[in-house]
């Protein structure tokens, strides 16, 4: 079965250094997905891509933050200046059809980010 | 997004059923009532989903009330794997590629 896949499954980084998570979203989807969990916290959304372009993002995902898709598989989170509560799980997502409410999202394993 | 209520916990016996409530009196007509589940240290994974009728997959069973204020998810015979976090979650269109957005979920136990 198809899956998403998510890399490094864990990343450590100094405060002030740029991180890039990587993720590798289900062939034919078309609707791409950032979450992020802190340890014991909800799962939090952070920004939406489709059309290689940001469709909706979160008040957490400010200026530090962006996301690429460089290639036709890989779609990339990038956080430029690392600070200690950015520390958290990273959920990649993506889902098949028209992004909307009745579809479905598939998520990857994640990446832990831990900041020192 | 409309709000959902899920008890923080349940407990459940292995190979017994599980029926997990959800109650969700603001729903609108437009909402899907959808059901996700994290295992431990895993990412969410999608569980069922469903707008105004009863929905049944491998996984498990969504029955929505007639008035759509409240959904039970039902795992038919729970196992050990079905230890999780289950999260029920509203989602309408609203012009884009619609998020999810989680609660603090219910935190299943299975004991064997």
């Known amino acids: 079965e198809p899956e998403v896949t998510q890399t490094p499954s864990h990343q450590v980084t100094q405060m002030g250094q740029e991180v890039i998570l990587r993720c590798v979203p289900i062939s034919n989807h078309l609707y791409f997905y950032w979450y992020r969990q802190i340890l014991g916290q909800k799962v939090e959304f952070l920004v939406s891509?489709?059309?290689?372009?940001?469709?909706?993002k979160s008040e957490i995902f400010d200026d530090q933050f962006s996301v690429e898709r460089p290639d036709g598989s890989n779609f990339t989170l990038k956080i430029r200046s690392t600070k200690l509560e950015d520390s958290a799980m990273y959920f990649c997502a993506s889902s098949e059809r028209t992004g909307g409410p009745g579809d479905t999202q598939y998520f990857g394993p994640g990446t832990r980010l831990t900041v020192l | 997004d409309a709000k959902t209520t899920q008890p923080n916990s349940m407990e459940s016996n292995e190979e017994e059923p599980v029926h997990l409530p959800c109650n969700h009196s603001?729903?609108?007509?437009?909402?899907?009532i959808h059901w996700y589940r994290q295992l431990p240290s895993q990412g969410p994974e999608y569980v069922i989903h469903g707008l105004t009728s009863n929905v049944n997959n491998r996984m498990a069973s969504l029955a929505i009330a007639e008035d759509r204020k409240s959904s039970t998810l039902i795992l038919h015979r729970a196992t050990l794997r079905d230890a999780a976090v289950y999260y029920c979650i509203l989602r309408r269109y609203q012009g884009g590629s619609e998020k999810l957005v989680f609660g603090k979920g219910t935190k299943l136990t299975v004991n064997p």
């Open positions: 603001t729903i609108s007509g437009t909402d899907y």
């Open positions: 891509f489709y059309n290689n372009e940001i469709s909706e």
